[in-house]
């Protein structure tokens, strides 16, 4: 009988319906099944606290998944995810709260929507790349806010609007469990689609644009169609996770996606490991924990110092800094690199070549 723990190298493949399977080694088909199964049952043993971390940091990885497909994969660097999150989350409300849909429909059209504005604001990336591009998206930043702030007669202007949470007959998705598990079947979507995507013609062609561009036109890509294309896609998915951050939070304002949050997600791909969807759920953990780590140790020393709390408390934002250029100068890979680093070694464990 096959041994379903046999090794890589070992992994001979003679179809090529095997060799195009998603998950080729059967030992990660087994740790994928107890991966999951852990995040089914994390509410069954945990606080509602913990189940509220969990939920924001869900909604980060999809929206991280989506910025790593234009900058990670794509290699085109985006500064407005907060604003992209802002047109997803903004539209969800106006769709549900205004005009009274189904959230069920507000949620896929918020991602259309946003994807319809990324994809207009993805077409100077054409002419422009590096620091240029990032200040063209910037630039989206700015006036994606600005047009918020002062559409007063749809938006509400500063005062933001108020959402409820989704529904299902007479079921509420009220509760942190309910919830939560909506936001993970989304995430699961999104793994899913984004691994798929890159096994397609239009995700190599996203590959090679990002190794170079100029050779990727003389082999017959299309650059116009395939960079618009990438912020679409990726705006898609951050458009998603800013509908479940507005409905999860129940409220929208422009000062909650400042600049700020557009570099909180930039963080999270450079911290998770540029090109990997392993690494976007990693770096989204780990910007979503790191607020409560800080915090926690800044509680204790405050115990100790007391009249240090306003430094200990600006030293938040210094360890944030920090954490990102400690990452760029000694692992560049991110987290994702980290754990492959961990994976090789324990496969090679007790040999060491």
């Known amino acids: 009988m096959?041994?379903?723990?046999?090794?890589e190298s070992g992994n001979y493949k003679t179809s090529y319906r095997k060799d195009m399977e998603l998950i080729r080694v059967p030992i990660n088909k087994v740790l994928a099944v107890i991966l999951i199964g852990i995040f089914i049952a994390l509410p069954l043993v945990s606080t509602s606290y913990v189940v509220g971390l969990a939920t924001l940091a869900a909604i980060a990885s999809i929206g991280a998944i989506g910025l790593n497909i234009i900058t990670g994969y794509t290699g085109q660097i985006s500064l407005g995810v907060g604003a992209f999150l802002g047109v997803g989350g903004y539209a969800s409300a106006i769709l549900t709260?205004?005009?009274?849909?189904?959230?069920?429909?507000?949620l896929p059209l918020a991602g259309v929507i946003t994807a319809v504005v990324g994809g207009l604001f993805g077409i100077p990336s054409l002419r422009l790349k590096g620091l240029y591009l990032a200040i063209a998206t910037l630039a989206a930043q700015v006036i994606i806010i600005f047009v918020i702030t002062r559409w007063t007669d749809v938006t509400n202007g500063t005062s933001g609007m108020v959402l409820s949470r989704p529904t299902i007959g007479s079921f509420s998705f009220g509760s942190a469990t309910?919830?939560?598990?909506?936001?993970?079947?989304?995430?699961?979507?999104?793994?899913?689609?984004?691994?798929?995507?890159?096994?397609?013609?239009?995700?190599?062609?996203?590959?090679?644009?990002?190794?170079?561009?100029?050779?990727a036109e003389v082999m017959g890509i299309n650059l116009f169609k395939y960079k618009v294309l990438a912020f679409a896609i990726s705006s898609f998915f951050i458009g998603i996770a800013g509908?479940?951050?507005a409905h999860y939070t129940m409220i929208v304002s422009p000062e909650i996606y400042s600049t700020h949050l557009s570099i909180e997600y930039l963080a999270m791909i450079l911290i998770g490991g540029l090109g990997s969807v392993l690494g976007s759920i990693l770096g989204a953990v780990f910007i979503t924990l790191l607020p409560v780590g800080l915090t926690f140790v800044i509680d204790i020393l405050t115990n100790y110092f007391p009249d240090l709390y306003s430094m200990l408390t600006a030293f938040r934002e210094i360890v944030f800094g920090a954490v990102i250029v400690i990452f760029l100068i000694f692992e560049p890979g991110g987290l994702a690199h980290i754990w492959d680093n961990i994976r090789n070694y324990l496969k090679r464990w007790p040999f060491t070549h």
């Open 2 to 7: 096959r041994n379903p723990f046999v090794v």
């Open 97 to 106: 709260s205004t005009l009274g849909i189904s959230f069920w429909i507000a």
């Open 178 to 215: 309910s919830y939560y598990y909506l936001v993970f079947v989304v995430l699961l979507i999104t793994i899913f689609y984004t691994l798929n995507l890159f096994r397609t013609r239009t995700g190599r062609a996203f590959l090679a644009i990002r190794e170079r561009d100029v050779a």
């Open 243 to 245: 509908s479940l951050l």
